[in-house]
């Protein structure tokens, strides 16, 4: 089982620029995909970006594509995602996710997601 802990939220203004951090418990992190969601007020949650195991693939949302990059970093047991140029759209609370089932693949789907953390709010002014 793992544990995560998201952090870096915030308020920013529009064009600003904001990284979330998730810090997973546990020794096995290098073992899980890992993805970002984020659910806007009154709206369903929607994936953000997501990697793979080894940090070498990832798959973002089309309309985040140039915005938004997910890394991370096995020997801190952190996934990232930077977030540039943000707009008050990207308004919202940003969740990580982390499975171990499927291997090396990069999983965009939020049901195949076994972990998540609290979320982190994000507000964007105009």
């Known amino acids: 089982q793992v544990q995560l802990v998201e952090s870096g939220g915030g308020l920013v203004q529009t064009g600003g620029s904001l990284r979330l951090s998730c810090v997973a418990s546990?020794?096995?992190?290098?073992?899980?995909?890992l993805g970002w969601f984020r659910q806007a007020p009154g709206k369903e949650r929607k994936f953000v970006a997501a990697?793979?195991?080894?940090?070498?693939?990832?798959h973002y949302a089309d309309s985040l594509k140039g915005r938004f990059t997910i890394s991370r970093d096995n020997a801190k047991n952190t996934v990232y995602l930077q977030m540039n140029n943000l707009e008050p759209e990207d308004t919202a609370v940003y969740y990580c996710?982390?499975?171990?089932?499927?291997?090396?693949?990069?999983?965009?789907?939020?049901?195949?997601?076994?972990?998540w953390g609290q979320g982190a709010q994000v507000t964007v002014s105009s």
């Open positions: 990697v793979n195991t080894v940090g070498d693939s990832t």
């Open positions: 546990g020794r096995t992190f290098s073992m899980y995909a």
């Open positions: 996710a982390a499975t171990s089932k499927f291997g090396v693949a990069v999983i965009t789907s939020e049901g195949l997601y076994d972990y």
